[in-house]
């Protein structure tokens, strides 16, 4: 059942795009489309839940991008896709109509699309790809109300420092590259020389906290919050913040091959869930401590990487 990865991962990218380029002309029809995608995506995401489909294709030469859901993919995309039009569907009674609706649920709709392909990615090529593309739609989503300075000062800041943390894939998938790993497969990590391995494995794990918002990056998401209200329930709720600890329960097996990465994950996830856990405790905004909050839960989840528990 390719069909139903082809929808989940293809529908809303394709309305996305439409609702881009069509902009204020498509203000009008754009939350409905939004909801309507999102809900044959939420179908979609059950049907490959229940018949576990895959699919590649040829980017570089030897090199395919993968796509496949598995047992741990098949809970993230029913996730993913469930919060997504949840939130969506709120954002289309939330958001003015004298907004840019076109605009704002294209970028939505990309998004969650860019965070399907992250969850359901087989190799360091299309994990890169899908990775970096959520990392620009989030820097247009937080920044969306780009006439307020102090909100894209906030995007840039968030940008900036997530993107700084990237480049730990590039450095993982030149280790993988280098240590031939097959077609850069996530699997195949585990299976490199010590060296490229403990490379491989740094760069992922340098990635995964950036973008989970643990230390020493929590400070990204709290910034964040400049952004319209869906937008900030969507990062941090099923998506963005929490597609660094899935990678890390994704790539576990590398993780406990080597001697160090186990360990020193897990004391970053027990400081993150203590330290921001009594900053979430000290707010007085409600977003702030959400923020706050997300990234000492988002701790638990980072030891149990870090300890080997990925039930």
């Excluded at 179908?43 to 796509?67: F, Y």
């Excluded at 000062?153 to 730990?168: I, M, Y």
């Amino acid at each position: 059942m390719t069909a139903a990865l082809g929808v989940l991962v293809g529908l809303p990218a394709a309305v996305g795009v439409v609702l881009l380029v069509s902009g204020r002309r498509a203000d009008a029809i754009a939350a409905p489309c939004a909801v309507a995608a999102l809900g044959l995506a939420l179908v979609a995401a059950v049907v490959a839940a229940v018949t576990r489909p895959s699919a590649s294709v040829p980017m570089l030469p030897g090199i395919p991008a993968g796509l496949a859901v598995d047992g741990l993919s098949s809970a993230a995309v029913i996730t993913v896709t469930a919060v997504a039009a949840v939130v969506v569907l709120f954002a289309s009674a939330e958001l003015g109509v004298e907004e840019a609706r076109g605009r704002f649920f294209g970028l939505l709709l990309l998004f969650a699309a860019a965070m399907l392909v992250t969850v359901t990615a087989t190799d360091l090529f299309a994990l890169l790809l899908a990775w970096e593309a959520m990392g620009a739609l989030s820097y247009a989503l937080i920044g969306y109300w780009w006439r307020d300075a102090h909100r894209v000062r906030s995007a840039t800041l968030a940008f900036v420092t997530t993107r700084a943390a990237d480049l730990g894939l590039y450095l993982a998938a030149g280790a993988a590259l280098a240590g031939s790993v097959g077609a850069l497969q996530l699997s195949g990590l585990s299976s490199l020389e010590g060296g490229w391995r403990d490379a491989a494995v740094a760069g992922v794990v340098v990635a995964a906290l950036g973008k989970s918002a643990q230390l020493p990056f929590s400070f990204w998401l709290s910034h964040a919050m400049a952004g319209p209200v869906p937008v900030s329930a969507l990062l941090h709720s099923a998506t963005m913040v929490a597609a660094g600890g899935y990678l890390l329960v994704r790539i576990e097996p590398a993780i406990a091959a080597t001697v160090w990465a186990g360990p020193i994950l897990a004391w970053i996830g027990v400081a993150t869930a203590l330290l921001l856990g009594a900053v979430a405790f000290h707010q007085s905004d409600l977003k702030q401590l959400l923020a706050a909050s997300t990234c000492s839960q988002m701790g638990f989840i980072v030891l149990a990487a870090g300890v080997g528990s990925v039930s």
